[in-house]
């Protein structure tokens, strides 16, 4: 055959024929993964690298699971395409069939997850004869869940195979001294849950949740991820984890433990169809679920569950799943070019020559749930977009980085050991279905700044049964939120189970079961309100009222004197002056006491004069109107005698009390700050804001303040 002919599938089916006729003919190196072996059409020596894919394809009573018949197809796209040098879609594999000598072929084998059942599969396959019909492993895909891939890449590590998983997510398979060749194309549930936690607690403000879990390896891990992401993105968000353990009744267990901790968010980690419904179904008989009140989350073990089903209109199922969210590292979706690329060769496959070739790889039971022929490959939908799986572009890249690896680490005599075929994996990287792949080099899970996470939003959708005319409803999952380089955006809204986009809150206080906890926090809330509220009423008032007072202060500025300013009496505390005061003639008097004033002052000066009632004054004295040896204002604007408001003058001009200054200018109204009695100076000062309210025929009108000097309106006086 012409490896560059596109033949869909074609170079396994050759491949695989080539190996079994020549059985007698193939060598292994000690050491080495691959089988060699001459080519009869060719005379070449062909490097063939066996690759197993584990999956679950069964399930309890061999109940069959669609998801892994499309995953195993999607292993099985990329070794051909690998063979056969196919970039179209992955772009780094064009002409890849002439840089590199090893080529392809797969065999897929059934966990049935059952970790027994599963290693007693590896350990036979690991035990085969070099040359055997039988072919030996060259590295392991799979397996799909942590509960079977840490048992068996422990296995496989100690014989010097690698296994790559697209579907393993537990953060205990990085453990190295354990799972030395173990790698994977998905982030681990401690990189899973940090998008998680950040969806929940800063795009839907939840603060507490349970977390139901499978108490398996991959819940536990799951869990604990949840737990420590929560410790270090979200301190302030409290969760309760709920253990759910395999026997009848459990999952009735696991909802009334839900059911005591008051809270209305939940996040579920489970498996397979049946567990999810009787957790659902327990959930609604006590109002726990369909209620309007509770939303309810799953984790990427959710994948599948609704797709292609039906339910009653008006069920318990049907009211329960209704607002439901499933949050997931995703491999892409439609609109994506890589995915879609993918998604067409894919549906390529669906022809009978391919479709007959998947058939005799599929594992095969005779059992009534299973069938004598392998399920789902006559189905319509099989291989049809949307894809059931969100993981088969995952194990498709496994495949792809599995191969690449192989190629850049053979050597030229065709030796590849399995230390050597991980290394090159683990420190290579290439750009997949998925986006970028590339590797933790020690521990060869994949790095989560790679990776794109989604929110999807199950909604129903109403239906009639073609057979019966029946109401029924569907659900419909729509990608609400995505998750890219590090932040989260909203694509639409996310619709709850009260079919509203309004957040629901997180808990609900039954007051027959409050602690003291609840109810302090119900009490200190209002009251950290209250003061809150207090504090601003006050700041309010008090801002007015010294927003109101500054109306009544007068600057300096604003009061023009004659030249010399012209003294009109004497109060008890000083004289008193005359000047203008924005076109009003105003008197100026000095209203506190100087803190040292001398008894001798006090004698000399008259009484206060400050206020007139009805035409008689308190003034026993009024001096005249004179100049008292003030001289004029010279070109510089500054006094050669200052006028002392503390009711003396010197005759050379200098004052018995120091000078402030201005820009270099005396003024008349200069004033010493530490005169005055602090206490005496409030005082006044309340005095004068009272004073400056009044308004009376017999009464001056206080017009203003300055420091300690009052103005009042002349005409009045």
Not at 182 to 200: C, K, M, Q, W
Not at 434 to 460: C, E, P
Not at 558 to 582: M, N
Not at 604 to 616: L, R
Request: charged letters at 20%; proline letters at 5%.
């Amino acid at each position: 055959m012409s490896e560059s002919e596109p033949s869909i599938l074609q170079s396994l089916r050759y491949y695989d024929n080539l190996r079994l006729n020549v059985t007698g003919n193939v060598t292994r190196s000690v050491e080495s993964n691959v089988d060699v072996f001459q080519d009869p059409e060719t005379g070449g020596d062909v490097v063939l690298c066996h690759l197993s894919a584990l999956f679950p394809f069964t399930f309890g009573d061999f109940a069959p699971w669609e998801l892994t018949f499309l995953d195993a197809s999607a292993v099985i796209l990329a070794a051909h395409q690998l063979n056969v040098g196919d970039g179209s879609v992955v772009p780094i594999l064009n002409g890849l069939n002439d840089r590199c000598k090893v080529r392809f072929t797969t065999e897929l084998t059934d966990t049935q997850f059952n970790v027994g059942y599963a290693l007693n599969q590896v350990v036979n396959q690991i035990g085969r004869k070099v040359g055997a019909p039988d072919r030996l492993p060259c590295a392991f895909v799979g397996a799909y869940g942590s509960a079977i891939s840490i048992p068996t890449s422990i296995v496989t590590g100690l014989f010097g195979y690698p296994q790559v998983s697209g579907g393993s997510t537990s953060s205990d398979l990085e453990d190295t001294s354990q799972h030395g060749l173990f790698g994977r194309t998905i982030p681990s549930d401690a990189d899973n849950s940090i998008p998680i936690i950040l969806y929940l607690r800063e795009v839907l403000q939840v603060t507490k949740m349970a977390v139901i879990h499978v108490n398996d390896p991959y819940g536990n891990a799951f869990n604990l991820g949840l737990r420590n992401a929560a410790r270090e993105y979200a301190p302030d968000m409290k969760l309760i984890p709920i253990p759910l353990n395999e026997g009848e009744g459990a999952e009735k267990i696991a909802i009334e433990t839900f059911k005591e901790t008051g809270y209305l968010y939940v996040f579920c980690l489970a498996f397979q169809t049946d567990m999810h419904d009787n957790l659902m179904t327990e959930a609604y008989k006590m109002g726990l679920a369909g209620n309007g009140k509770h939303t309810w989350f799953f984790g990427d073990s959710f994948s599948g569950t609704l797709d292609g089903r039906s339910f009653e209109k008006g069920s318990a199922l049907d009211k329960a799943y209704h607002g439901a969210g499933m949050i997931e590292v995703t491999s892409g979706f439609p609109g994506f070019p890589a995915y879609d690329r993918f998604t067409t060769a894919l549906g390529t496959l669906k022809n009978p020559e391919d479709l007959q070739y998947l058939g005799s790889l599929f594992p095969k039971y005779d059992h009534p749930n299973y069938g004598s022929d392998p399920p789902f490959i006559d189905s319509e939908e099989f291989l049809s977009t949307p894809l059931v799986s969100n993981y088969a572009p995952f194990f498709y890249d496994a495949t792809i980085a599995l191969g690449l690896a192989a190629c850049s680490a053979v050597s030229s005599d065709g030796f590849l050991d399995g230390h050597t075929h991980f290394r090159y994996l683990a420190e290579g990287s290439f750009t997949g279905v998925s986006g970028k792949v590339s590797f933790d080099a020690k521990t060869g899970t994949r790095n989560i700044d790679t990776a794109i996470y989604q929110v999807r939003n199950f909604r129903r959708s109403n239906v009639v049964d073609p057979e019966t005319g029946e109401a029924t409803v569907e659900f419909i999952p729509y990608v609400t939120d995505i998750f890219e380089d590090g932040n989260w955006s909203e694509v639409r809204d996310f619709i709850f189970n009260d079919d509203t986009a309004n957040l629901p809150p997180d808990y609900e206080i039954d007051p027959a079961k409050a602690g003291p906890e609840d109810w302090t926090g119900r009490i200190l809330l209002p009251v950290a309100v209250a003061v809150v509220a207090l504090i601003v009423i006050l700041f309010f008032f008090g801002r007015r009222r010294r927003q109101s007072g500054t109306f009544w202060y007068v600057k300096e500025g604003e009061l023009t004197f004659s030249d010399p300013p012209e003294i009109i009496g004497r109060g008890t505390f000083g004289l008193i002056l005359k000047a203008e005061y924005r076109g009003t003639e105003v008197a100026i008097k000095r209203a506190v006491p100087p803190r040292r004033q001398q008894k001798k002052d006090q004698e000399k000066q008259g009484s206060d004069n400050s206020i007139t009632v009805c035409g008689s004054t308190e003034s026993q004295e009024q001096p005249k109107k004179e100049n008292l040896g003030l001289q004029s204002v010279n070109d510089n604007g500054i006094l050669v005698r200052r006028l002392s408001m503390a009711g003396s003058v010197e005759a050379n001009g200098s004052s018995s009390e120091p000078e402030s200054k201005k820009n270099g200018r005396k003024s008349p109204l200069s004033i010493r700050s530490e005169e005055v009695s602090r206490k005496q100076l409030r005082k006044t000062i309340k005095e004068m804001r009272a004073l400056s309210k009044l308004r009376h025929s017999c009464i001056a009108t206080v017009m203003g303040k300055f420091t300690t000097l009052l103005i009042q309106s002349l005409g009045e006086l």
